[in-house]
């Protein structure tokens, strides 16, 4: 290339701001909204770092690819609402704002879960459970002031997180043992109250398993003949190396969808790590061993070929049903941010996003985006 030719191109890369590339070089890569485009939309958790520091590389890596975002912690009751009499509402609105900024589907996380549940909550001054009036009188005010200040700004909601368990039975949790299976649509109700515009979600872990989806399309039913709004199941989709098949995962996907709401894949992350537990119950914890942390340093290829083809294999199953896959969402930007360095297991190195340590797209995710720049 000629000094003529060259020396305009280089002006405009230096100049325009934008990534223009220059002869011989790769054209950038879309985004990976424009590769879901048309799909679903394409969300991630955020945490209050990366909220708190919005011009950081991270915080622009979330608004170049993602198209939806919800909080990883700061909307829990526990965050949010952490004394009977007092809100903080500092990084929830430092999130609403972000997803507003960049053009992005806001979502609440979540309103009633018996984890990082206030401890006030559902006890009275001595510590013993309240009563069921007193217990619904709280979840009233606390859904309707959180719901209430982010109407019309955050545009669904995980209205109840993780009730049900894999044998189809209600968990044994405060909730259930003051007001019974009555909570549920009780939530439901007290949400669209606070913003009738807004989606109302039931989201769960280990939506594959039979016992489970039974017992959710029941409520599901049960919602819908007592005329209460619900309009998605999250799929949270905590996966690993060998958990779940396909084949389970997609029997839920259709059976969610025969009975007339959307699904969400809402927590998407895929452990590359030893199998410790499926569970995504943060109390099912276990002792770190050098042999479940096998890869410090970086994962061996033989793994990364494993992940990435297992990650592309749901991806590619999440197209098939984007009839009714409205949001696919996953659980953490990077590896070093992820939950699953420290849960089942504190301190181990695991793999489990669609970034990694250095905030690269992981193989199959450049796959999707290069397809997606050749107009796959
Ligand atoms: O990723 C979250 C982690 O930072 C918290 O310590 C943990 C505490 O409960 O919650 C994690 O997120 C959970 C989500 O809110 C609900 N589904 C399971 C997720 C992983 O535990």
Redesign the pocket.
Known sequence: MDRKTLFPLLFAALFSGAAAPLAGQDAPLPPLKEAAKGKFLIGT?VNDWQMAHPDAPEARLISRHFNAIVA??CM?CQSIHPEEDRYDFRAADRVVRFGEENGMFVVG??LIWH??LAPWFCKDESGQPVSAEVLRRRMKEHIQTVVSRYRGRVKGWDVV??ALLEDGSYRRTPFYEILGEEFIPLAFRYAHEADPEAELYYND?GMDVPGRRDAVVRLIRQLKSQGIRIDAVGM?G?MDLDYPTLERFEQSIRAFAAEGVKVMVT?WDMSALPFVTHS?N?SDTAAYRRGIDPYPDGLPDSVSRRWNGRMRQFYDLFVRHADVITRVNV??LSDKDS?KNN?PVHGRHDYPLLFDRSLQPKPFVRRLLEEAAAGK
């Open positions: 958790a990883e912690n829990k996380h979540c984890s990082q997180n993780e872990y949270q905590h927590e995504a943060i659980w953490g939950w849960f």
